[in-house]
């Protein structure tokens, strides 16, 4: 008789060396028992590793990979985890369910949808899609009517954070888009039109996956019980960055096994702005009971001495699991401080150490440049084209090819030389209901004209305005008063304050959904003008320096990796360079004045600057001006930032400035 011998779990012995290839902190968490569990991750402690071996762990463990659902914040990152999970354990990685929250709902909605009555053949909206319908919804309640109603891709911001944080609209508004506070009503009846054009034409957008999967887990118990029972492990990478809803799947889909584990950085939580929610990772231990933690420290990253000022910065912070980062035997200089006379010395110093730095050896591709705020670089980028420095913006368009910048040069530029047709015809189709055609007619008028302002202003104007652009046309008029050549001649700082009050920060308000960001960028532009005794002389500067990048960009090093960064710091999290200033660290600029007196938000901000200082691995310059020129009130002292004023001294080396 032929015996078959049965082995029990306790005679699990894995292919892959775990203890070799984890640290013990990293092993720990990776072969950790069933239940609830949180890792906490801290900046380059190889969180990656431990979600990719924890999923090869399982399937060794003897768990049916199509019952381990892994989510992840894009498709890119749940693809780099598989393939590497494919590479530890062959084959096996298929049929893990490996994917975006809401390319995971796309598939739940397909196939349990119906229970909730969405068809099965939904069509997912795209953004441009989901504005188009929003416009229809718009058009069809006849509130284009309202010149400065805010646009479609406003309206879809509004409606879309409002679904992800589950509040309604007039609470998003009163929390965001307090600008918007007049049209609250009116919101609320478009986002309710929209809903119901999008269910009448079976359609659904990338917020409806997320909403949609909860509302069929909650109204449908028997398939919250049947994919509860389906999947035995659901792992969650970025967990820091979650939303309301995106946590309460989460719990609801754990319901029955309750074998989660969530994976993030409490202190690299700065996205409350897109509807992230900073209690998801907190309060995580609270909402699971007998959830056991785990701290990944050790930093594969940065020097002792960049985490010495990191951990020094964030121990201010009073909500949070508290941790020690540390090097692996690395050590560097200590952080440089360097104060600087103002915004335009710090952009030369920079440029010099960078140049410096290139002197030594260093590539461009291993220095970047972070800031709080996109308009911070403004002088900065003006100094690096100069010097023919090459850089890449990651935090949006070069400075001066912002649609909104270049509406406010149009003004200066049509007005100073009256024969200047692009600038015409930019500043005319502004305006609702004047296109293509009518502001050519409205230019053929002006080009004749001796005095083209007048011209603007008067009657005959109006034999060439189409009915639905007369009363638009009447704003835009007075937009332009007070806008003289001799004025703009003179100041053209004091020109863009007028651009702005006439009505351009209206057409801000209603068209660009970042509105706050974009009048910091006009402002910015506004103090930068101030530096040159006319206009004249300010548009040939802008003109001569925006060529000179053009021709950088044909000719460039930047489509080959060869030039330094300049970033957000929101958009610089995960990324890492050799070498990191972060600019613009003065009092009321970083953190962000409207931050202060929060402390929730204030502790955001000082996560902040933690994510930017964690993003040098081997030298990090800490910059700022002690004088602001603003145009609006002169020029002011500012302190360094209370991040700054908070640190011991021993974390960092002061720099002084010479000539």
Known sequence: MKKYHLKSSDSFKPSIDYSSDLNPEQLEAVTSDDGAALV????????????????????????????????????????????????????????????TFHSIGNMILRKYGKAIDLAPDFTILDREDSKDLIESSVAEMKLRKDKMF?????????????????RSVIEEIEENYAHLFVYCDEIEKVK?????????????????????WKKLLV???????????????????????????????VDLMTSKHNNIMVVGDDSQAIYSFRGACFDNIIEFPDRYHNARTFKLTTNYRSTDEILGLANESIAFNSRQFPKTLNALNRKGPLPALVPLKNTGQQAEFISQRILDLVDEGLPMKEIAILYRSHFQSMDLQMELTRRRIPYEVRSGMRFFEQAHIKDVVSYLRAILNPMDEISWTRILKLTPGIGGVTARKIWDMVKSSVRPVETIMSKEILNVIPKRGIENWAAFRENFSGLEEDNVQSSPSETIRLVLKNGYDSYLQGTFENYDERKEDIEQLANYSNNFKSTGEFLSDLALLTNIQSEDIVNGGEEEGDAIVLSTVHRAKGLEWSRVFIIGLADGSFPSAKSMGDLESEEEERRVFYVAITRAKDELYLCYPIMDNRWYDGSVIKRPSPFIQELPEYTYEKWEIEY
Not at 150 to 166: D, H, Q, W
Not at 192 to 212: C, I, P, S, T
């Open 150 to 166: 805010p646009k479609a891709n406003v309206l879809i911001n509004v409606i879309s954070y409002a679904t992800g944080t589950e």
């Open 192 to 212: 309710n039109r929209y809903e119901a054009k999008k269910r009448e034409m079976k359609l659904v957008d990338f917020d409806d996956l997320l909403f949609l």
């Open 40 to 99: 906490i991750a801290g900046a380059g402690s190889g969180k990656t590793r431990v979600v990719t071996y924890r999923v090869a762990y399982l399937i060794e463990k003897g768990v049916d990979p199509s019952r381990i659902m892994l989510l992840t914040f894009t498709n890119k990152a749940s693809r780099e985890m598989l393939q590497r999970v494919e590479l530890l354990i062959k084959g096996e990685s298929r049929k893990v369910w490996g994917g």
């Open 219 to 249: 109204d449908v118990p028997a398939i919250r019980e049947k994919l509860s029972e389906k999947f035995l492990h659901m792992l969650v990478d970025e967990y820091q960055d979650t939303n309301r809803i995106q946590s309460e799947i």
